[in-house]
């Protein structure tokens, strides 16, 4: 680390991107993946792409980087796994640490850290699947969601009129039968919206409008499918509020780099009717994610985005070097 690349004030640095896998998310952190890599090199770094496998630790350490940027999302790269072997590599790595992923990709675990601190997360309980099927858990309407799962991924909105049957039925597609264990949480009609923080700074506020059905893994990542509202359109003191739940739960998770909160807005009900739904330690860095679009908002760049997250998984380092900016 003793060359400075050109723009971002960083060392030039040998940047391993952990990317892939083979968690549902794959095809999304590959994008995220090829985004970072490209976006270090545009800065001068130089950049080893590791599509992770079995064999990821021994890859690892024959590329042996300074550092490791884990583009991974859902399991194993965002539960703890990969930041206990980082750990125990002794190599540094961007995003939040062990502790903090374990506690924060469980759904469970983050509202007992967290509601006993004041943040307003919906109420619920954990379900067997299989009871599901004898009879609901809840009042309809419902949500029910994977425990350990990010992105949206298997989660079923029960209405009254759904067509998952009533009880469920077990040959009816849904979370139930990829699963067995799910998180039910009542529905919170209204709005979605999402801040993302980076370091110690909470951006802004992103309302997500899907043009049909509801804020889905499809959404998400299916270019015209939702439409992104940046900053969104809510009074001054809903946005503020947003962004402070969202960086108390940053710090209150332990959370490293940059993160995202997503919340549920019952707009009849004001600030009373906001709800954090989950903390998202690993967000994408696709073209469609929502971190660079706020970024942007910001007046970051791709590019600052990636260096300023690379900055602070080697903040420690770089500052006894004096080879740092401050967070962003």
């Not at 009129?161 to 139930?176: A, L």
Request: glycine fraction near 10%; charged fraction near 25%; hydrophobic fraction near 40%.
């Amino acid at each position: 680390m003793k060359e400075f690349s050109g723009m971002g004030g960083l060392p030039r640095l040998h940047v391993a991107v952990l990317m892939g896998g083979w968690s549902s998310e794959r095809p999304v952190s590959l994008m995220s993946g090829e985004g970072v890599a490209k976006a270090l090199e545009s800065r001068g770094h130089v950049v080893t792409r590791i599509d992770m496998d079995r064999q990821v630790a021994a890859r690892i350490a024959e590329a042996a980087p300074d550092v490791v940027f884990n583009a991974l999302h859902g399991v194993p790269g965002e539960d703890g796994t990969v930041q206990g072997m980082l750990d125990l590599m002794g190599i540094p790595y961007t995003h939040s640490g062990l502790a903090t992923s374990v506690i924060a990709i469980d759904k469970e675990l983050t509202k007992q850290t967290l509601v006993p601190h004041g943040i307003p997360m919906p109420g619920g309980r954990i379900v067997e699947s299989a009871a599901l099927f004898q009879g609901d858990p809840l009042v309809r309407p419902y949500v029910l969601k994977p425990v350990n799962e990010g992105s949206s991924v298997g989660v079923a909105i029960v209405t009254e009129n759904c067509n998952y049957g009533s009880p469920i039925r077990s040959d009816v597609e849904g979370p139930w039968r990829e699963f067995d264990r799910l998180l039910a949480e009542p529905y919170i009609r209204g709005r979605e919206l999402t801040v993302a923080v980076i370091g110690e700074r909470a951006l802004t506020v992103t309302e997500l409008v899907p043009k049909s059905g509801f804020y889905d893994y499809d959404s998400k990542y299916t270019d015209g499918m939702t439409e992104h509202v940046c900053p969104a359109e809510i009074p001054d003191h809903i946005a503020a509020l947003c962004k402070d739940i969202a960086l108390r739960a940053h710090r209150l998770l332990g959370c490293k780099g940059t993160s995202r909160s997503d919340f549920r807005w019952d707009d009849e009900r004001g600030e009373e009717g906001l709800f954090l739904l989950e903390v998202n330690t690993q967000p994408g860095m696709t073209p469609l994610s929502l971190v660079p679009e706020q970024a942007r908002a910001c007046g970051m760049d791709y590019a600052d985005l990636v260096e300023a997250i690379l900055a602070d998984a080697l903040r420690g380092r770089l500052e006894e070097r004096g080879m740092v900016k401050g967070a962003p």
